[in-house]
């Protein structure tokens, strides 16, 4: 696998029939805790391995979700399947899992936009949008779709099968680009993501959720 597509930070929608909430299910959420935002964020990281040594950061924006071992997962990631690094220490990171290089599966596994990563008193967390106090909701009114929870949305026609749609409060968005973004003054593509049409955010059971209708 070339290390240039070894990192992701990603999430996640499958729907089918009908109107269907596609991310109701809360992941592998961890404990919250509270940070500089006010915003509560998941301290769990993954299982599998630890990013201790690579997960140093001392700013926003510098933080993002890595895949253990030599090759990306064939299937969708929850919190646990994942590392949170510092992004500058990407290859580093890949040259410890992976020294002897191993031929990866032909899959293609679905990000999941629901994950991100946050410099928190020096370290790298990982967190699922899901859980946090950015998708809390008391009305639909209150609730608005995004491509993934990277800095910048992704441009152009979002999948909402296998890709990185989800859904926030709208009160929340300055609050997550505090945790995500280098500085406030970031450059994002002079373009907009084109939400699938069937695809809206509603609030579930206190959480706002994307909800697939084919009416």
Not at 178 to 190: A, G, K, Q, S, W
């Amino acid at each position: 696998m070339h290390k240039s597509s070894y990192l992701i930070v990603i999430a996640v929608i499958a729907a089918c029939g009908g109107s269907a909430v596609v991310d109701a299910g809360g992941g592998g959420a961890g404990s919250s805790t509270s940070t500089s935002t006010s915003t509560s964020t998941s301290t769990s990281t993954s299982t599998s391995t630890s990013g201790a040594g690579f997960n140093a950061c001392d700013g926003s924006g510098q933080c993002t979700m890595a895949w253990p071992g030599c090759c990306e997962g064939c299937f969708e990631p929850e919190l646990g399947d994942l590392v949170p690094i510092n992004r500058s220490q990407g290859e580093a990171f890949y040259d410890d899992q992976c020294p002897d290089p191993e031929p990866c599966p032909e899959c293609i596994g679905c990000p999941n936009g629901n994950l991100f990563a946050y410099c928190d008193n020096g370290t790298c967390r990982g967190a699922d949008l899901r859980v946090e106090e950015l998708s809390e909701c008391s009305g639909p009114s209150q609730c608005k779709l995004r491509a993934g929870t990277d800095c910048c949305e992704n441009c152009g026609e979002i999948d909402a099968t296998c890709g990185v749609l989800v859904a926030l409060n709208k009160q929340q968005q300055a609050a997550l680009a505090e945790l995500v973004c280098e500085n406030e003054f970031m450059d994002c593509p002079p373009c907009a993501p084109s939400y699938p049409p069937e695809a809206f955010a509603d609030c579930v059971a206190g959480r706002c959720q994307v909800v697939i209708s084919n009416q």
